[in-house]
């Protein structure tokens, strides 16, 4: 069955350093893999889409990477800030109409000042 | 431009009750799908309507439906509710550019958090 694995444990790091998550995925080819942020009882935010075709993106302080051979993302924030804490989520998409979201647990980052 | 906007934010039922919920999606989005959110995991995908017309359906039983209207507002309504229906329910909503698929994320509500006692 398909599956997607994200780094079960939290991640704690120092204000300004550069947080990297981790998001791999089984039984499955995505045309799109998206990275959504979280916080507590509120619904998922959008952060960055990455297609299939492609090897990396970057917004802002964030970059995103997509290996379809290792089934890999890696989800990059540089100069991490504490309002960068929450739970980041990675989510796949195939193609076609039927654009359901499969989503991974997430992975909790706390950013200390 | 708008976002999301889901009601009611928190709902207690009983069990063998019957519930709606409600999402307006973004401006010049055709596109709404539902999630349902256990705490501490990953949404579920429970299905999307695109254009008034069921689109996908996840594994949910029948007793989970749901409508889209013309204005691409939606609802989900869940029947006979159990205990295991407790959690947050998520609206998204999306407009895939014609010719080249998704080109932006989702945009999701805040949710609808469910309780059934």
């Known amino acids: 069955s398909q599956k997607i694995e994200q780094n079960s444990e939290a991640l704690n790091i120092q204000e300004g350093k550069t947080a990297t998550l981790t998001c791999n995925y089984t039984?499955?080819?995505?045309?799109?893999l998206q990275w959504y942020r979280q916080d507590p009882g509120r619904g998922p935010v959008f952060l960055l889409l990455?297609?299939?075709n492609e090897k990396e993106k970057r917004k802002e302080r964030l970059k995103v990477t997509f290996d379809t051979t290792l089934k890999q993302s890696l989800f990059h924030i540089t100069a991490s800030q504490p309002a960068d804490s929450a739970t980041y989520l990675c989510?796949?998409?195939?193609?076609?109409?039927?654009?359901?979201?499969?989503w991974g647990l997430g992975t909790s980052l706390a950013v200390n000042p | 431009e708008t976002g999301v906007t889901q009601s009611p934010t928190h709902l207690i039922k009983t069990r063998g009750q019957q519930v709606t919920l409600r999402c307006s999606s973004q401006?010049?989005?055709?596109?709404v799908s539902w999630y349902q959110q256990a705490l501490g995991q990953g949404p579920q995908f429970i299905f999307q309507?695109?254009?008034?017309?069921?689109?996908g359906r996840g594994n949910f039983p029948p007793r989970f439906s749901g409508l889209q209207f013309p204005n691409y507002s939606s609802e989900l309504n869940v029947n006979a509710l159990e205990l295991d229906d407790s959690a947050l329910y998520l609206c998204?909503?999306?407009?895939?550019?014609?010719?080249?698929?998704?080109?932006?994320?989702?945009?999701f509500g805040s949710g609808t958090r469910l309780t059934v006692v």
């Open positions: 998204a909503s999306s407009y895939p550019t014609p010719g080249q698929g998704l080109t932006y994320g989702y945009t």
């Open positions: 401006s010049g989005h055709n596109t």
């Open positions: 309507y695109y254009r008034e017309e069921e689109n």
């Open positions: 039984n499955y080819s995505p045309a799109y």
């Open positions: 990455i297609r299939e």
């Open positions: 989510a796949l998409a195939s193609a076609g109409n039927n654009r359901k979201l499969i």
